[in-house]
């Protein structure tokens, strides 16, 4: 129906919604759509109107996934024993509840050379796996964080390898105090990795450096997504060179946007032109790249850009001790 179809009540879709003509407008009164197929079910482009749906139930335990943006006006459940994946690069925002039912491992935010899926919406103990793909080389660097909390520093990120100390990996936080890089398996030498990061997970907030002699390897956090308000602890008490410079982090499952004018206390940041900088590292250029708060464009040098990727580590410089938030 080439003027659309509109529904009231409630849909349990059992096989896949075909729309050649026209589209099925899923928010206008209301209505209630659940996916409930025995077999793999997929929402895709140009299937409802606005690519909305008002509520949204997923009860298919052999899964449904996500092949398009989609928003959710209300709420979102994943029933006990479905399963729910957003495909690379596509992105769902939930604008009301969401909540999962069915465990960490039944909703799943894929990643591979296309892109990451991101995740917009504001509940706590939203329990997921949150995939993350290495581009490039083998031991290139990335700067990485966690979306969720409480995930365990262990041996799927700490592999062994051809290194002299029998590991195939590196992992670094940077601590300002000492102006320093601090290994993760640094038990002898001050500063010590235990002396600088006292948690066996790693930390909501908290940037890291990570390189792996594995080619592209896909990696996975798994736990609560993280929600509300983070923290990060910053100091300025390093040496002249490297004063108040902090790595943190993007603790969410979805980018955020280094321009917006609410939603930071960054207050305790150097001001630079009316406006605050972010650092990150850039392989190909083989140096770091910056964008500044105030910049009128979206890309700063070495394509840093305004919108922070999920998983995405970055340095800011700190005027005084404070609280980013």
């Known amino acids: 129906n080439s003027q659309n179809v509109v529904l009231h009540g409630t849909l349990h879709l059992l096989n896949q919604l075909t729309a050649t003509n026209g589209r099925l407008n899923a928010f206008a009164n209301s209505p209630v759509v659940y996916y409930s197929g025995s077999v793999l079910q997929n929402i895709n482009s140009n299937q409802y109107v606005n690519d909305a749906v008002y509520q949204l139930h997923i009860n298919n335990g052999v899964g449904v996934k996500l092949n398009t943006a989609l928003n959710v006006l209300a709420d979102m459940t994943i029933e006990t024993g479905a399963k729910f994946s957003i495909s690379p690069a596509q992105t769902l925002k939930v604008d009301g509840v ?3 039912n069915s465990g960490t491992a039944s909703f799943v935010l894929e ?8 995740l917009i919406h504001n509940s706590n103990n939203v329990g997921a796996t949150v995939q993350r793909y290495f581009d490039g080389a083998a031991t290139e660097w990335k700067f990485i964080s966690s979306p969720v909390a409480g995930q365990a520093i262990d041996n799927a990120w700490k592999h062994t390898g051809s290194y002299g100390d029998g590991t195939g990996y590196d992992l670094y936080v940077w601590d300002e105090t000492s102006s320093c890089w601090v290994y993760n398996l640094n038990t002898t030498v001050a500063p010590t990795w235990p002396s600088v990061h006292a948690s066996n997970n790693f930390v909501p907030g908290k940037g890291y450096l990570y390189a792996t002699q594995e080619l592209q390897p896909t990696r996975k956090f798994e736990g609560l997504l993280n929600n509300a308000n983070v923290s990060a602890a910053l100091t300025n008490v390093g040496d002249i060179a490297h004063r ?6 993007n603790p969410y499952p979805s980018s955020i946007d280094w321009k917006a004018p609410s939603g930071y206390t960054r207050n305790m940041l150097v001001l630079n032109g009316g406006g605050y900088d972010i650092w990150t590292w850039s392989n190909t250029a083989n140096n770091y790249g910056v964008y500044n708060s105030a910049d009128p464009s979206n890309i700063g040098t070495n394509n840093v850009s305004r919108y922070i990727a999920p998983m995405q580590a970055f340095f800011v410089r700190a005027n005084s001790a404070g609280n980013f938030v």
Do not use: H, V
Not at 113 to 118: E, L, N, R, Y
Not at 244 to 249: C, K, P, S, V
């Open 98 to 100: 969401t909540t999962n």
């Open 111 to 118: 990643s591979d050379a296309t892109g990451t899926a991101s």
């Open 244 to 249: 108040g410079f902090n790595l943190i982090a």
